[in-house]
């Protein structure tokens, strides 16, 4: 169950990723939302980095 669910929450983290990712790229003349873009950029990298290393985990028990 566990690998199913990650499945999807990846992808749904790598689009916020992209996206927020295209509004940095873009710009802003407000320091304060590029900050909180920045920041939010960063918690989701890490949690894909997470949630990829544990469906790559589960992964190889599943193919065993």
């Known amino acids: 169950r566990e690998f199913e669910g990650l ?4 992808e ?6 992209a996206s ?3 509004k ?13 873009w920045t920041q939010e950029l960063e918690t989701v990298s890490q949690e894909l980095d997470e949630k990829t290393d544990r469906y790559f985990e589960l992964l190889e028990i599943v193919e065993g």
Do not use: A, P, R, W
């Open 7 to 10: 499945e999807g929450l990846i």
């Open 12 to 17: 749904e983290l790598e689009e916020k990723k």
């Open 20 to 22: 927020l990712t295209e």
């Open 24 to 36: 940095i790229n873009q710009g802003s003349t407000n320091y304060q939302e590029l900050t909180e």
